[in-house]
Structure formats: C-alpha cells, structure tokens
Nanobody, 123 residues
Framework: QVQLVESGGGSVQAGGSLRLSCAAS????????MGWFRQAPGKAREGVAA???????TYTASVKGRFTISKDNAKHTLLLQMNSLKPEDTAMYYC?????????????????WGQGTQVTVSS
C-alpha cells in the first residue's frame, strides 16, 4: 500500500505562483506513473500533469508553459510548480500513483490517491 500526502496549496491572486508537494511512502515499482489531478466543484476530475518512471512528462493543454512537474526519486517526492495562476485553476489538487506506465493523465487508471490540497486563485 502506497500512501501519498500533498501539501503546498493555498490562496493566491491571479498571476501568482504556488508549489505543490506530494510525499510518497516507499515503493519499488519498475514502471509507474505519478500525476497531479484536480477537481473543481461540479466538474469531473481531470489530469493536470504527469510523469512516468522514465521521466517523461505530459500536461493538459491549459497548463502547458505555466506548470512544471518534477520528481525527486531519492526522496519519493512529486512536485508541481504552478506559475501564472488563473482563476480557472481553482480546484482541489490530488497527487496519485499507479504501478503501470501509459495513459498517465487518465485519472481512471490510478490506484493510489492523496487526500488533496486546495488551490484558490482570485481575480
């Protein structure tokens, strides 16, 4: 069982930045995806950014050029640097992991989830 704990959410004004962090308990999967997902009230959960065991990253179109996902393998930590935040980025953000590769931005394929951290961007 993998445990994931997010931190770093908060409230910022449009144009501001936040850095999300996800601490993962130890895992030894050869191939995996880790990702950041978000869900706004009344909307479906969507993939924001993901990174696989080879370090390949994918982003949803609306955050390309503004968000950067990275991971520290030694510390089992997943990061999401969010710049130029917009009000439409407001949502609960979740960290997730699946012990398989492929379709890393599809939230339906993930096995382990954190509890979420709220991001609120005001105009």
């Amino acid at each position: 069982q993998v445990q994931l704990v997010e931190s770093g959410g908060g409230s910022v004004q449009a144009g501001g930045s936040l850095r999300l962090s996800c601490a993962a308990s130890r895992y030894t999967y050869g191939r995996y995806c880790m990702g950041w997902f978000r869900q706004a009230p009344g909307k479906a959960r969507e993939g924001v950014a993901a990174i696989d065991s080879d370090g390949v990253t994918t982003y949803t179109a609306s955050v390309k050029g503004r968000f950067t996902i990275s991971k520290d393998n030694a510390k089992h930590t997943l990061l999401l640097q969010m710049n130029s935040l917009k009000p439409e980025d407001t949502a609960m953000y979740y960290c997730a992991l699946k012990p398989r590769g492929g379709l890393c931005l599809d939230p339906r394929k993930y096995d382990y989830w954190g509890q979420g951290t709220q991001v609120t961007v005001s105009s």
